[in-house]
């Protein structure tokens, strides 16, 4: 990702392979819809910053987990994170023509194939959770769990639909980390819980201590996009900056300033990363990507 971030670089280079090699096997090339099929490529293989999966990665790997271990859970939670981008940028919602610097999904194809594509997308990630890989039949089912409870009607889908009912009003700061927590955090958390479970261990200090992880970087993750939505432009973030404006959006730096937003994602940054400090050099990656969030560019 990043030359100042070497322990996370070496985990990308290992990871990034493996999951996109994962991604081109189970979204299917050919299928009874082959423009579908087409879809469903175009918005799950089509880059991005692929940090959901390094999650997943991360915590199998300081689980004591190897890579394979992690492929199915890892390649799950990119779906349900490229149907929940597919879906965000419909006209119906926040009505975006650029993702990853290219069009959106219903601009390269229509609305009607891209909310399909999104449909299958989700129930792909979960077919693969229940399918594919050698774990134990508690082990899928836990990995199942903690994905539906943070993609449903308690998790993403619940926080994208706050986002929706606020645009125009002003929100207040705990709102919106409500909100946020919802929408973006409770999948980031739910990547560290699948690769835990994806190893196969039986150490509760370990889950918890990633739960606590998760839910700090969930949130500094969020903040860093608001900053980065009106201190960067749309050619940078391959997406329309100034968007959360647009909508009439509470955001962090609206509500408190600039200054005070990057303290509060830095302060959350050395929260994640003191949580892990007692696992030594295996944190590592995760550590540099709780700073990797709240520093990058896009």
């Given at each position: 990702?990043?030359?100042?971030f070497?322990?996370?670089?070496?985990?990308?280079?290992t990871?990034?392979a493996r999951?996109e090699?994962?991604l081109a096997?189970?979204?299917?090339a050919?299928?009874?819809?082959?423009?579908?099929s087409?879809?469903?490529r175009y918005?799950?293989l089509?880059?991005?910053k692929?940090?959901r999966?390094?999650?997943?990665?991360?915590?199998a790997?300081?689980?004591?987990?190897e890579?394979?271990k992690a492929?199915?859970?890892?390649?799950?939670?990119e779906l349900?994170?490229?149907?929940?981008?597919?879906?965000?940028?419909l006209?119906?919602?926040?009505?975006d023509?650029?993702?990853?610097?290219?069009?959106t999904?219903?601009?390269?194809f229509d609305?009607?194939?891209?909310?399909l594509a999104?449909d299958t997308?989700h129930?792909?990630?979960f077919?693969?959770?229940?399918?594919?890989g050698?774990?134990?039949a508690?082990t899928r089912?836990?990995?199942?769990?903690?994905?539906?409870?943070?993609?449903?009607?308690?998790?993403?889908a619940?926080?994208?639909?706050?986002?929706?009912?606020a645009?125009?009003?002003?929100q207040t700061?705990a709102a919106l980390?409500?909100?946020?927590?919802l929408?973006t955090g409770?999948l980031?958390?739910?990547s560290?819980?699948?690769?835990?479970?994806?190893?196969?261990?039986?150490?509760t200090?370990?889950?918890?201590?990633?739960n606590?992880?998760?839910d700090a970087i969930?949130?500094?993750?969020q903040?860093?996009?608001?900053i980065l939505d009106?201190?960067?432009?749309?050619?940078?973030?391959?997406k329309?900056?100034?968007?959360?404006?647009k909508?009439?959006?509470?955001?962090?730096p609206s509500?408190l300033?600039?200054?005070?937003?990057?303290?509060r994602?830095?302060?959350?940054?050395?929260q994640?990363?003191?949580?892990?400090?007692?696992?030594g050099?295996?944190?590592q990656?995760?550590?540099q990507l709780?700073?990797?969030?709240?520093?990058?560019?896009?």
């Amino acid at each position: 990702m990043a030359s100042n971030f070497p322990a996370l670089d070496q985990l990308g280079e290992t990871s990034r392979a493996r999951l996109e090699q994962a991604l081109a096997t189970f979204v299917p090339a050919a299928s009874a819809a082959p423009r579908l099929s087409q879809a469903m490529r175009y918005a799950a293989l089509s880059g991005g910053k692929r940090i959901r999966p390094l999650l997943v990665y991360g915590a199998a790997q300081l689980a004591g987990a190897e890579p394979a271990k992690a492929d199915v859970p890892a390649a799950a939670v990119e779906l349900i994170h490229a149907y929940s981008l597919v879906h965000d940028d419909l006209p119906a919602m926040d009505d975006d023509d650029l993702r990853r610097g290219q069009p959106t999904c219903h601009k390269a194809f229509d609305e009607a194939t891209a909310i399909l594509a999104g449909d299958t997308l989700h129930t792909r990630a979960f077919e693969l959770l229940a399918n594919s890989g050698h774990y134990r039949a508690e082990t899928r089912i836990a990995m199942i769990q903690h994905l539906c409870l943070a993609a449903g009607v308690d998790g993403m889908a619940a926080g994208q639909m706050q986002d929706m009912l606020a645009q125009g009003q002003q929100q207040t700061v705990a709102a919106l980390e409500e909100m946020h927590y919802l929408k973006t955090g409770r999948l980031i958390t739910a990547s560290l819980q699948l690769g835990y479970f994806a190893a196969e261990v039986d150490a509760t200090a370990l889950i918890n201590d990633l739960n606590r992880f998760g839910d700090a970087i969930g949130l500094a993750f969020q903040i860093q996009d608001d900053i980065l939505d009106i201190t960067a432009g749309t050619e940078q973030l391959g997406k329309p900056s100034g968007s959360d404006q647009k909508l009439q959006k509470s955001t962090f730096p609206s509500l408190l300033g600039l200054e005070q937003s990057q303290q509060r994602a830095r302060e959350l940054c050395q929260q994640a990363q003191q949580t892990l400090a007692d696992y030594g050099e295996r944190a590592q990656p995760l550590q540099q990507l709780a700073q990797y969030i709240i520093s990058r560019d896009h």
